[in-house]
C-alpha cells in the first residue's frame, strides 16, 4: 500500500516568509508525528496527534511554528517569518495506536532551506 | 529529564564480523524502545522493537537487541556485518506514560568495510 507522503519535497524560502509542509499518512494510521532533523543531528520531536485526543505539542520550538491535522487523515506543519536556523528537514511519520504497533513509518522528508 | 544516548558517532566494522551499536537511555518507568535504520537517500525505516516479554528482540535483515532494564540499555547486535548495512541508526525511546512522545538518540553511523 502507499506508504506516508509528504510535499514538497524541498523547499527554498526567504527569511521571513511563511511557509506550509504538508504530510499524508497511511490511510487508517491514527497517530502522526512531526520531526525535524538537521544536518548532523538526531530527530527533534515537534508535535505528535493521536485520533481525536489533543495535540502534544511540547517539541514546538517557538510560536512561529504551529500544525494542525484536518479529518484525521492529512497533516500541515506551518513556519511562520522563517529563520535561518529553521533550515531543516523535516519528517512526517504515522502509525497505528495499538500497542503491539507503535512503530512508526516516515515519509521521505522535506527539505527546507531558508536564505 | 528523558533522554536517548547513542555514545559512539560512527561504527567501523569488517565485513563477516559482529556489529554492536550502543543505545542507553534515561526514562522512568518500562518504556517502549525502537531502532530505525536510515541508508543514504532514503527515508527512515522501522527494524524492531521491544514492547514486553523476551528481553531479546529479533527484527529485519537479521539485527537484533537486548533489553536490559538494570543497565537501561538497548544495544543493537548482528552476528555477521554485511557492506550492505552500513547506515545511520537511531535508538528511540517512548516513555510508557500514555502519550506517544517518542525521543530519538542523535544517530550512530555504522560503517561497513569489505
Known amino acids: 500500500g502507499a506508504g506516508v507522503s509528504q510535499s514538497p519535497s524541498n523547499k527554498v524560502t526567504e527569511k521571513g516568509k511563511d511557509v506550509e509542509l504538508r504530510c499524508d499518512p497511511i490511510s487508517g494510521h491514527t497517530a502522526l508525528y512531526w520531526y525535524r532533523q538537521s544536518l548532523g543531528q538526531g530527530l527533534e520531536f515537534l508535535i505528535y496527534f493521536q485520533g481525536n485526543s489533543a495535540p502534544d505539542k511540547s517539541g514546538l520550538p517557538s510560536d512561529r511554528f504551529s500544525a494542525e491535522r484536518t479529518g484525521g487523515s492529512v497533516s500541515t506543519l506551518t513556519i511562520q517569518r522563517t529563520q535561518q536556523e529553521d533550515s531543516a528537514v523535516y519528517l512526517c511519520?504515522?502509525?497505528?495506536?495499538?500497542?503491539?504497533?507503535?512503530?512508526?513509518?516516515f515519509g521521505p522528508g522535506t527539505r527546507l532551506t531558508v536564505t | 529529564a528523558q533522554s536517548v544516548a547513542q555514545p559512539e558517532d560512527q561504527v567501523n566494522v569488517a565485513e563477516g564480523n559482529p556489529l554492536t551499536v550502543k543505545c542507553t537511555y534515561s526514562v522512568s518507568g518500562n518504556p517502549y524502545l525502537f531502532w530505525y535504520v536510515q541508508y543514504p537517500n532514503r527515508g527512515l525505516q522501522f527494524l524492531l522493537k521491544?514492547?514486553?516479554?523476551?528481553?531479546l528482540v529479533k527484527g529485519s535483515y537479521g539485527f537484533e537487541a537486548e533489553f536490559n532494564k538494570s543497565q537501561t540499555s538497548f544495544h543493537l547486535k548482528k552476528p555477521s556485518a554485511l557492506v550492505s548495512d552500513s547506515a545511520l541508526y537511531f535508538c528511540a525511546v517512548r516513555p510508557n506514560t500514555g502519550g506517544f512522545k517518542t525521543i530519538f538518540g542523535a544517530g550512530t553511523r555504522l560503517f561497513v568495510k569489505a
Open positions: 521491544y514492547i514486553t516479554g523476551d528481553n
Open positions: 511519520a504515522s502509525s497505528l495506536a495499538g500497542r503491539d504497533h507503535y512503530e512508526q513509518y
